[in-house]
Nanobody
């Protein structure tokens, strides 16, 4: 079964850190770029970060640049999103996905069709 499964979400205080994981199964992760997305209630999907299939290229939304780091371990079939200096506005459902490409060129575009996506993990930043 082709799937992506996220974990690592939870409640954290402002200024805190979390690391999200995205585990792939049923397909060869090495072939695909993976993006992290988030969606808060009543808001549009936001592309947060993306990493190319080899891990050689990474991209970040301006809203998280300098605070979030994306990485991948293809031997473990897992992609990570390390989040530091979290803010209340980072509160959202976070999920990983791929548009089927090895590159991030279009991945984070608002209307990009995502071929495979996980169910999401909730991140709540609150005191």
């Amino acid at each position: 079964q082709v799937q992506l499964v996220e974990s690592g979400g939870g409640l954290v205080q402002p200024g805190g850190s979390l690391r999200l994981s995205c585990a792939a199964s049923g397909f060869i992760l090495d072939h695909y770029a993976i993006g992290w997305f988030r969606q808060a209630p009543g808001k549009e999907r936001e592309g947060v970060s993306c990493i190319s299939s080899s891990g050689g290229s990474t991209y970040y939304a301006d809203s998280v640049k300098g605070r979030f780091t994306i990485s991948r371990d293809n031997t473990k079939k897992t992609v990570y999103l390390q989040m530091h200096s979290l803010k209340p506005e980072d509160t959202a459902d976070y999920y990983c996905a791929t548009d089927g490409s090895a590159w991030c060129t279009e991945m984070l575009s608002p209307d990009r069709y995502l071929e495979i996506r996980g169910q999401g993990t909730l991140v709540t930043v609150s005191s």
